[in-house]
Every structure is written in C-alpha cells, then in structure tokens.
C-alpha cells in the first residue's frame, strides 16, 4: 500500500470531526440544558403513556383530525380503557395550556420547527 | 463491474421477494390503529334537510346569521368582494332566477332570503375537488377539510349558489373583538369555507346554530327519510320550492313562501 501512513491519519482526523458534536456534548453535560416544561398542575396522566405521547403524539393528532373531521368520530377510547373528546383544544390544551412553556419549548430543544396548528385552532389566552 | 447474467438474476429475486413481504409489514403496521368510542349523545339521520318558512321572518331580522358568525369565527370583511359567509341575505330574483316575475307578490318581491350551502344531494363542489377536501358524508352533509383543501377553487366555480367563500387574507384580525369563539378553529388565507350544518353542534346533540337562534320558528332542521320527522311534517304541509332545482343538484334546502 503506498501512504497508508497518510491514509490512516487522514482517516482518524475525518472520525475525530465527524464524532465531533456527540463528544463535545459528552464532556460539556451543561451544554444543552434540558428543557423546562411547564406540567399540569392538577392532572398526572396524559391520555396515553408520556413515553408514547412523546414519540407520536403527531401522529394521534393526525389521526384525532381524520375522525373527526372526515368520520364525525369525537371519542377517543385510550389504552389504559378511558374515554377522551378528541380535540387539541378542548382536551390537550385543558391541561397543557401553554403553547409556548410546553409545545414551543420542547420543539425548539429538538430542533423540530413549531407546527402551525395555531394558525386555525384557537389557543387558550395566556394569562401573563 | 461485469455482473454475470446469473447474479443480476438473484438480485432481481430478493427485490421480488421485498415486495412480496410488504403486504405482511403493512398489516402489522394497521395492527397499531386507534380506538374509538360510539358517542350516544350524537344527533344521527338518513338524510339531513333544513325547510325555511320565509313566510314567519321578521323584518330587518338577522339572528340565524350573527349566530352562524359567532359559531364559526367567520371574519367580518364587510360587503366586499373579499367577503366571507356561510349564511346570507339574498333578494328573491337572485335566490330563485327563472321563477320571478313582474308582478309577483309585493311582499315576497322584497322580502330578504337566508341562503346558505344547499348540502346538494348531487353536489357538483364534490366532483371538482382534485383533493377530496370536500366531500359527501353518509348522512348528506356536504362538508369541508380546511386542512387538505388547497385552495383551488374549482368548488366555487363548480357550486352555482355562491356558496362558497375564498380566503383572500388571514381572517383572524377581522374576526371583532371579543367574539372569537374558542371551540371551532379559525380558517388560514387560501382556503375555502362554507355552511357545514354544523357537524360539530350534531355530534354533541345540539341544533344548529341559526335553528336554535330563531325565535320566529323559521327554521327547521330534520332527517328526510324518517316520514315522522319534523322537516317532513312541515314539507308534507305547506308547498315549498328550492333553489335553482333545474341543475339536478337536488339542493336539501326547502323555501316555504
Ligand atoms: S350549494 Fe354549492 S357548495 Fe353547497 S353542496 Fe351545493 S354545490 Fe356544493
Ligand atoms: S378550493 Fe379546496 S375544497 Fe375547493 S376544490 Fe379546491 S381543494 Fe377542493
């Protein structure tokens, strides 16, 4: 092989600055802080599992939206057997009734752009 | 790379082989699909009609139509030809075209008439919408998805009652102060929006809006293919006529003059 020296350098350097964001991170635990939600006060549970909720609650609302606008569907029976109105402003928005200290802030840590949900659906009045 | 005639001949198999799997991987997938609930409370019908006895409207009264406004955070444009409605006044010649005529009754020539969509049995809005963002439901009710619709406007010009209203701007800065109901969303700028019977009243067992608004007994709101129903009372009783019906697109919206 001819340059294995400088191949294998060069290949090292690539992986150091490829790998570069996960170790910086790794050694600045402070870097990104984790962001602080604002919870509902007087309610424990969400309509399914935070765990779920958190990975999909997109694709629910997708199809909270389709029963009800295209099925005239409005309950929703959960997993743990309770029933829901499928609606994000009546149900989601009772309990999480800030856009900006839940959905707006969680959005920005994951660098998910906020979704225009809001442009039609009206949000409760944030009491400043 | 040469590639033998006998390799290109397993790669083309196993690509066959995905495809044959994928059937399997999208069952599992449905496998995921959510439950719902029957809600008792919901208003049901064959075949949903509204009957306006124009003959009881009080003079200068517009109660069915402020309260359609609220109920629906429908903007207030004014006149112009940005306007936004779902229920309007309109004069007899432009309500009934081809029925008047000179010297037809004072009274109805300048009585106003509350028009609104018809929910046509045979929409003609239904057949034009490349994206099926309006559509017929199973009780008759010609309603909208304001989230697919993308704006096109082949439904106004295929609805020939001008039933139906465009977006020409963002509508929420003219929806009035204090008026802005929370439960029904607003629409965005590029989306058409019209009379939808209020679904979302029927599911929760509710009247319309403009029915329950009416205190003159104008409106009333039933199933047709129930013969005790109130809307078939009254059709059975009085003669009624509907907009336009030479088009064959068997409007669900019956006048009584
Ligand atoms: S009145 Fe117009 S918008 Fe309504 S169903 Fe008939 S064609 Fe469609
Ligand atoms: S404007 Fe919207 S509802 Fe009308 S035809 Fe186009 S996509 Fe369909």
Not at chain 1, 55 to 81: K, P
Not at chain 2, 118 to 144: F, L, S, Y
Not at chain 2, 156 to 181: H, K, L, Q, V
Request: hydrophobic fraction near 35%.
């Amino acid at each position: 092989m001819y340059d294995g020296g400088k191949i294998i350098a060069g290949l090292v350097i690539f992986l150091g600055v490829v790998t570069f964001p996960f170790w910086y991170t790794q050694a600045n635990e402070e870097a990104i802080e984790k962001p602080q939600l604002l919870l509902p006060a007087d309610e424990t549970e969400c309509v399914e599992p935070t765990a779920y909720m958190r990975a999909s609650h997109m694709q629910m609302l997708n199809e909270w939206r389709d029963f009800v606008v295209r099925e005239g569907q409005a309950t929703y029976l959960s997993s743990t057997g309770k029933m829901y109105e499928m609606s994000l402003t009546r149900t989601c928005m009772k309990c999480h009734t800030s856009r900006q200290e839940f959905c707006n802030k969680c959005h920005a840590y994951s660098g998910v752009s906020t979704p225009y949900c809001w442009d039609c659906h009206v949000e409760p009045k944030e009491s400043a | 790379m040469m590639k033998s005639r006998r390799s290109f001949l397993k790669i083309s198999g196993a690509c066959l082989l995905g495809l044959g799997v994928k059937p399997v991987l999208n069952a599992f997938a449905q496998a995921e699909r959510m439950e719902i609930a029957p809600n008792p409370n919901a208003l049901r019908a064959g075949r949903w009609a509204l009957v306006v006895d124009i003959t009881k409207c009080r003079d200068d009264c517009t109660d069915c139509i402020n309260a359609c406004n609220r109920a629906h955070n429908i903007p207030d444009l004014g006149r112009t030809k940005e306007e936004v409605k779902w229920i309007w006044n309109e004069s007899y010649e432009h309500a009934f075209p081809g029925v008047e005529h000179e010297f037809v009754e004072e009274r109805v020539k300048h009585q106003p008439f509350m028009v609104l969509c018809n929910h046509c049995d045979n929409p003609p809005c239904v057949r034009v919408c490349p994206v099926q963002a309006t559509w017929k439901r199973e009780d008759g009710i010609v309603m909208m998805d304001f989230h697919r619709c993308i704006g096109c406007r082949c439904c106004m010009a295929a609805c020939p009652y001008g039933s139906r209203s465009f977006n020409w701007t963002d509508p929420r800065p003219y929806i009035p102060e204090g008026r802005m109901n929370p439960d029904f969303p607003t629409r965005t700028k590029g989306v058409v929006e019209k009379c939808n019977f209020c679904v979302e009243r029927l599911a929760k067992g509710l009247q319309p809006a403009c029915v329950e608004s009416c205190s003159s007994g104008v409106l009333t709101f039933g199933d047709l293919d129930d013969p005790n129903s109130e809307v078939r009372k009254v059709l059975g009783e009085r003669y009624s006529i509907q907009r336009k019906p030479e088009l064959g697109t068997r409007p669900r919206v019956y006048y009584i003059l």
